[in-house]
């Protein structure tokens, strides 16, 4: 059975080729022009002029993944237990495996550019509509959450802060600094070359640094030790602690932009194993 309208491939004896790729079965793709092409997905994304370099590129993706999901991993090891990181680790390889068939997807055709592009591909209009809708909801949903917690953490630093307007509006607390923090923010979204927001994602990085090395200040210098024991296994904790490490790779959406923003995106594949 054809997906989207496409033709089925048939083997000799009349029934359908499992052996080639869903998605060489439709029309639109362009794959095959090149024979060596065809045989090496990645070599079918040629540089484009400007990119980002595979250094700036990571940059990008350890800013992305990075943060509050890795300071993160202490409350889920209290919730889960210490055996709750062998979630962590298949976590980690269901993402590095998909990532690397994202990558492949994506070099089998110059039109697939993206998720909502591999859905229509998969499953025609609907799929697009569905995957585009899932995809934008998770991403507007992780920048609110970050936004919130920028504004608690720094209600929690300067306390008592507020802001009047004219004597019409007062804000105060979490909601001036929410509102600051995302004023402080949009600029960056104006930025057309990743390999420039790279410089910001090395900030990212640094301070994703320097708050480990506070921690570890925390319980080496300032006497808050290495007492505490946890526990080996919580097993009503463990949707917590799934959910939490699932967090740490929450930057997945954006793995195509950072490959459609490389200079070399045959390289791409070796940025998502260094994550």
Not at 207 to 234: E, H, I
Request: proline letters at 5%; one cysteine or more.
């Amino acid at each position: 059975m054809a997906i989207g309208g496409a033709a089925p491939h048939d083997s000799p004896g009349g029934l359908p080729d499992f052996e080639k790729p869903l998605l060489h079965a439709h029309g639109g793709l362009q794959a095959g022009k090149d024979p060596a092409a065809a045989h090496d997905h990645e070599a079918q994304c040629s540089p484009e002029a400007g990119g980002a370099t595979s250094l700036r590129t990571c940059f990008n993706g350890l800013n992305a993944l990075s943060g509050v999901g890795l300071l993160s991993i202490p409350y889920a090891l209290a919730e889960g237990g210490w055996l709750s990181l062998v979630l962590l680790l298949l976590v980690a390889i269901v993402c590095c495996y998909t990532g690397q068939l994202l990558r492949t997807c994506m070099g089998a055709s110059p039109d697939v550019r993206g998720y909502p592009d591999i859905g229509a591909l998969a499953f025609g209009a609907k799929g697009r509509f569905a995957v585009s809708a899932f995809m934008y909801a998770e991403l507007y949903l992780v920048a609110i959450g970050f936004l919130i917690l920028e504004g608690d953490n720094l209600d929690k630093l300067f306390p008592g802060t507020s802001l009047s307007l004219g004597g019409v509006l007062v804000l105060s607390g979490k909601h001036l600094f929410i509102v600051l923090v995302s004023i402080f923010i949009l600029p960056t979204t104006w930025l057309r070359n990743l390999g420039v927001l790279a410089y910001v994602s090395a900030s990212g990085v640094l301070a994703s640094v320097v708050l480990v090395f506070c921690v570890l200040w925390a319980a080496v210098v300032d006497g808050v030790g290495f007492q505490g024991k946890g526990t080996m296994l919580n097993v009503s904790g463990l949707p917590t602690a799934l959910g939490l490490y699932t967090f740490c790779y929450c930057g997945h959406a954006i793995f195509p932009t950072l490959c459609n923003s490389m200079k070399e995106k045959d390289k791409f594949s070796k940025c998502i194993d260094r994550y």
